[in-house]
């Protein structure tokens, strides 16, 4: 067969071999934060847990922040921002995470691990990542090995999870109305100065805003997780929290109910109008119109649910009735955000309450950031970091990084010089001390 190639003189094929060489070294090479990057400073808030008179037992810095897979970036989706590319966010990325000067870090929508570990561990840190089935970016803890060494992790499916507990000995149903491949990720780590310790969780709940229901349900089957994984470590003294994107306010339902408050009739229709089987769970249900995609900002510009049918009885989701006994034996469980600027001796404008119009200052989740998220199209307040105490223990919040102020969000992110992801980090400085 004649050969329709140039054939290479022996100097041409060692070129080429060495060009190929270094572009491969170049991929591979870890990208480092530079040092002229600089981000938007933001102040940190005390609060009144401050002055505690007890001496804490365990102190540390926790973080949490949905870092915005470079995979799921389209230009469509954040047509104002400055730095798409991934060679333009990934050191602003990785500047952040250093900034943050934190012990402990929940991370959501991580991919891109072959350029962000060799950086965070020479930075001192030791990571546990873990995916839904198929998907291409994940969530990840990270800790500093100067303070904390691992015990055990564990990751759940929230797919594979039946959403209530088996005491018969007869199979349930899993009861979800949407398969979502989300996660949840539990680690615990204990203190290398004391036998003490922390279960920390992180997790990144199903995107869209009309299905409330299978978030409340994935929230459940997190917490009673949570509590078995620190049970069956036998640490009955271990605090356990859980940081990340769930992607709803603080009037939702699922918020209300990790407070251990009863749902508003609001609240309520939300969760029944969204008690639905879609075409992922049950293929026999017809598909018309846009599909609703299991990743955030997937096709369903509507933002309604599509391709699903009402639920029946054999379906086994869990009722307006049932929700609530099935979050009871776990809640109430309190937000770092919430209890800090609620308490804070400086007084912050960025809170929740402002921007909804008829909250009262007295209300759940009135002190929640005013955003999380901020984009050109959207605005939200999607993550929180919440604190789970043991009987003999307290968790006091001393401090928290304050909420960027909304004028320095308007045009969206991701923005240079402001933050590489569509979402703003949140980090609470807490301090473990024995219950008065």
């Known amino acids: 067969m004649r050969s329709t190639g140039k054939t290479l003189t022996p100097e041409q094929e060692a070129l080429s071999q060495a060009r190929k060489l270094k572009k491969l070294e170049a991929q591979s090479a870890p990208v480092k934060a530079k040092k002229s990057i600089e981000l938007y400073k933001r102040n940190w808030v005390e609060t009144e847990q401050s002055t505690t008179p007890s001496v804490p037992v365990l102190t540390f810095r926790l973080m949490t922040w949905n870092m915005l897979a470079q995979t799921l970036v389209r230009r469509d989706l954040f047509p104002t921002s400055d730095c798409l590319r991934g060679n333009q966010r990934i050191g602003m990325l990785i500047q952040e995470l250093m900034n943050s000067a934190a012990d402990v ?10 350029v962000l570990l060799p950086e965070l561990h020479a930075a001192g840190y030791s990571h546990i990542y873990a995916s839904g089935r198929n998907k291409k970016h994940g969530c990840m803890v ?71 229901y299978e978030r409340a349900r994935q929230v459940s089957i997190l917490l009673r997780n949570v509590y078995r994984f620190r049970n069956e470590l036998n640490q009955p003294d271990w605090p356990s929290y859980i940081a990340g ?29 969204s008690s639905v089987v879609h075409a992922s769970v049950d293929p026999s249900v017809s598909s018309s119109g846009a599909p609703a995609d299991d990743e955030e900002g997937g096709e369903d510009p509507d933002r309604v649910i599509t391709n699903a049918r009402s639920a029946v009885p054999e379906d086994g989701l869990l009722t307006c ?21 609620r308490g804070s001796i400086q007084s912050s404008q960025s809170v929740f309450g402002k921007r909804l119009e008829g909250m009262d200052i007295r209300d759940l989740g009135y002190f929640e950031p ?12 999607l993550d929180y970091i919440f604190i789970a105490d043991p009987p003999n223990f307290e968790t006091r919040v001393t401090k928290v990084l304050e909420p960027i102020a909304t004028e320095v969000l308007e045009g969206g992110l991701p ?10 980090s949140l980090i609470a400085d807490l301090a473990l001390v024995p219950s008065d």
């Open 321 to 341: 009735l049932e929700l609530p006994k099935i979050y009871e034996p776990f809640v109430p469980v309190r937000s770092a955000y919430e209890v800090g600027l």
């Open 415 to 424: 923005r240079s010089g402001i933050c590489a992801s569509d979402h703003v």
């Open 142 to 212: 990270l800790y500093r090995e100067s303070q904390f060494k691992k015990i055990h992790e564990e990751t759940i499916y929230y797919d594979e999870e039946t959403a209530r507990l088996d005491t018969s000995g007869t199979s349930q149903p899993i009861g979800n109305s949407f398969r979502t491949k989300n996660i949840g990720l539990i680690v615990a780590l204990q203190s290398v100065h004391s036998n003490l310790g922390l279960v920390v969780a992180t997790t990144h709940l199903f995107w869209h805003p009309r299905y409330t």
């Open 245 to 273: 994107d769930f992607n709803l306010p603080p009037n939702d339902a699922v918020y209300t109910l990790l407070a251990g408050k009863p749902l508003s009739e609001l609240q309520k229709q939300s969760i029944m109008k």
């Open 370 to 381: 005013m955003f999380t998220s901020y984009t050109y199209y959207w605005q939200a307040t």
């Open 105 to 114: 870090i929940c991370l959501q929508e991580v991919d891109r691990l072959e």
